[in-house]
């Protein structure tokens, strides 16, 4: 599903904040004319009050006052474009895609999945798995002799445990064919289930997992 509850909530209080601003300057600029005119009907004929300075003062205000409005305007806008903006990414629910995050959403019903790629062919590859806390729960062999491929994870450990739903990640260790350490990147794999507007920025929840549509680097069906 697609949410907009936080970006409301802050506009709503970004437009709060903009009303007290403008009710507070309002009122100040009332008092200034209250005092500005009676100064000037008690001022001393002989030696009248200079017109530069309360003249500065109400240009101050008027310049306050429109940014008071700009800012309003802006918010106003940056809320209209983080809806637009959400509205267009609920077309990614139900599609499999690919983040540059290792990270991946483990469940009862999906495991974790993700790819890998090297710049030279991976005779043997070595895939140590992570959770949430950093802590190692799975060191296991993948099949390799490419350039490039899968892994898919269903929480079965090589020692028996069944790991809980949650976040895992992975580090991969890859060497070639003559043994040489080979840099391997892993991608996180799995199918978007819901979208999410938060401080502007739009979240994805794949397999469980949340993580930055900004990080999404492939969009499959």
């Not at 959403?105 to 798995?129: F, H, K, N």
């Amino acid at each position: 599903m697609t949410s907009i509850a936080p970006t409301t909530a802050t506009s709503a209080v970004s437009a709060a904040t903009a009303t007290t601003a403008g009710a507070k300057l309002s009122a100040d600029y009332t008092m200034f004319l209250k005092l500005l005119t009676a100064q000037m009907q008690n001022q001393d004929p002989l030696d009248p009050m200079d017109t530069a300075q309360y003249t500065q003062q109400l240009v101050q205000y008027s310049q306050v006052e429109q940014s008071i409005e700009q800012n309003t305007t802006l918010k106003s806008i940056l809320a209209s474009l983080g809806t637009q903006n959400l509205t267009q990414a609920s077309a990614l629910i139900g599609k499999t895609v690919e983040s540059a995050d290792a990270v991946s959403g483990l469940s009862e019903a999906t495991p974790a999945q993700w790819s890998w790629t090297a710049d030279r062919t991976v005779a043997a590859l070595t895939a140590r798995i992570t959770d949430a806390a950093g802590k190692t729960v799975d060191t296991r062999t993948v099949d390799a002799g490419d350039l490039s491929g899968g892994i898919r994870w269903d929480g079965t450990t090589t020692s028996g445990r069944t790991m809980p739903p949650g976040e895992y990640g992975i580090a991969l260790e890859g060497v070639d064919a003559s043994g040489n350490a080979l840099p391997v990147t892993a991608h996180a794999i799995g199918t978007v289930s819901d979208v999410e507007l938060a401080n502007g920025a739009i979240t994805v929840t794949i397999n469980g997992a949340k993580m930055p549509a900004s990080s999404l680097v492939r969009i499959g069906q």
